[in-house]
Protein backbone atom coordinates (compact mmCIF):
# COMPACT_ATOMS: atom_id res chain seq x y z
CA UNK A 1 0.00 0.00 0.00
CA UNK A 2 1.13 3.52 -0.85
CA UNK A 3 1.63 6.03 2.00
CA UNK A 4 1.48 8.92 0.24
CA UNK A 5 -1.86 12.07 1.13
CA UNK A 6 -2.73 11.67 -1.85
CA UNK A 7 -4.48 9.02 -2.13
CA UNK A 8 -6.28 9.95 0.11
CA UNK A 9 -9.57 11.63 -1.30
CA UNK A 10 -10.02 15.62 -0.22
CA UNK A 11 -13.02 14.79 2.45
CA UNK A 12 -10.81 12.52 4.13
CA UNK A 13 -8.01 14.51 4.84
CA UNK A 14 -10.33 17.10 6.03
CA UNK A 15 -12.23 14.97 8.25
CA UNK A 16 -9.17 13.16 9.53
CA UNK A 17 -7.22 17.24 9.80
CA UNK A 18 -10.92 18.88 10.97
CA UNK A 19 -10.67 17.47 14.40
CA UNK A 20 -8.40 19.94 16.92
CA UNK A 21 -7.75 16.64 18.99
CA UNK A 22 -6.61 14.59 16.01
CA UNK A 23 -4.32 17.03 14.98
CA UNK A 24 -2.99 16.92 18.32
CA UNK A 25 -2.34 13.09 17.93
CA UNK A 26 -0.66 13.10 14.57
CA UNK A 27 1.29 15.69 16.04
CA UNK A 28 2.44 13.68 19.22
CA UNK A 29 3.03 10.37 17.03
CA UNK A 30 4.84 12.28 14.54
CA UNK A 31 6.97 13.76 17.56
CA UNK A 32 7.58 10.48 18.91
CA UNK A 33 10.70 8.39 17.68
CA UNK A 34 8.48 4.87 17.88
CA UNK A 35 5.30 3.36 17.95
CA UNK A 36 3.50 4.40 21.35
CA UNK A 37 1.08 3.03 23.49
CA UNK A 38 -2.37 4.02 23.72
CA UNK A 39 -2.40 4.88 26.90
CA UNK A 40 0.79 7.56 26.28
CA UNK A 41 -1.14 9.26 23.59
CA UNK A 42 -3.86 9.48 25.91
CA UNK A 43 -2.02 11.05 29.01
CA UNK A 44 -0.40 13.34 26.83
CA UNK A 45 -3.85 14.65 25.29
CA UNK A 46 -5.47 14.63 29.32
CA UNK A 47 -2.47 16.64 30.39
CA UNK A 48 -2.69 19.04 27.84
CA UNK A 49 -6.75 19.85 27.99
CA UNK A 50 -9.11 20.08 30.92
CA UNK A 51 -10.39 17.16 29.92
CA UNK A 52 -10.64 13.69 32.46
CA UNK A 53 -8.55 11.15 31.08
CA UNK A 54 -11.58 9.17 30.53
CA UNK A 55 -13.12 10.89 28.27
CA UNK A 56 -10.22 11.63 26.28
CA UNK A 57 -9.65 7.77 26.04
CA UNK A 58 -13.10 6.87 25.27
CA UNK A 59 -12.39 9.43 22.81
CA UNK A 60 -9.33 8.43 21.48
CA UNK A 61 -10.24 4.89 21.06
CA UNK A 62 -13.94 4.73 19.63
CA UNK A 63 -13.52 8.22 17.71
CA UNK A 64 -10.18 9.15 16.60
CA UNK A 65 -7.92 6.44 16.30
CA UNK A 66 -10.57 4.28 14.20
CA UNK A 67 -10.79 7.05 11.58
CA UNK A 68 -7.02 7.12 11.60
CA UNK A 69 -6.67 3.34 11.11
CA UNK A 70 -9.35 3.20 8.24
CA UNK A 71 -7.96 5.50 5.92
CA UNK A 72 -4.23 3.52 6.51
CA UNK A 73 -2.89 6.96 8.80
CA UNK A 74 -2.15 4.51 11.57
CA UNK A 75 -1.51 0.39 12.06
CA UNK A 76 -2.60 -0.53 15.08
CA UNK A 77 -1.36 -3.55 16.93
CA UNK A 78 -4.47 -4.54 19.60
CA UNK A 79 -2.86 -7.12 21.06
CA UNK A 80 0.38 -5.37 22.31
CA UNK A 81 -1.25 -1.87 22.57
CA UNK A 82 0.65 -0.29 19.75
CA UNK A 83 0.08 2.96 17.36
CA UNK A 84 2.37 3.12 15.16
CA UNK A 85 2.38 5.95 12.32
CA UNK A 86 2.71 5.90 8.27
CA UNK A 87 4.29 8.36 6.82
CA UNK A 88 1.14 9.87 5.92
CA UNK A 89 1.30 10.87 9.49
CA UNK A 90 3.93 13.22 8.77
CA UNK A 91 2.35 14.44 5.22
CA UNK A 92 -0.62 15.66 7.20
CA UNK A 93 1.01 17.21 9.68
CA UNK A 94 2.81 19.66 7.10
CA UNK A 95 -0.53 19.81 5.32
CA UNK A 96 -1.59 21.73 8.78
CA UNK A 97 0.72 23.14 8.92
CA UNK A 98 0.59 25.03 5.19
CA UNK A 99 -3.14 25.56 6.20
CA UNK A 100 -2.08 27.49 9.04
CA UNK A 101 0.51 29.19 7.58
CA UNK A 102 -1.74 30.37 4.35
CA UNK A 103 -4.13 31.48 7.29
CA UNK A 104 -1.63 33.62 8.61
CA UNK A 105 -1.02 34.92 6.04
CA UNK A 106 -4.26 36.00 5.10
CA UNK A 107 -5.09 37.29 8.17
CA UNK A 108 -2.07 40.07 8.05
CA UNK A 109 -2.85 40.78 4.41
Known sequence: MSESVSELDVETVCTLIGSPRRQRVLAIL???DRPLRTRE???TLAAESD???E???TSLTHVDLPKLIRSGVVEYDRERDRIEP???V???C???TTIESNLAVQTRA
Open 55 to 57: RVR
Open 86 to 88: TRR
Open 51 to 53: EPY
Open 94 to 96: RTI
Open 41 to 43: VVE
Open 90 to 92: STL
Open 30 to 32: DDA
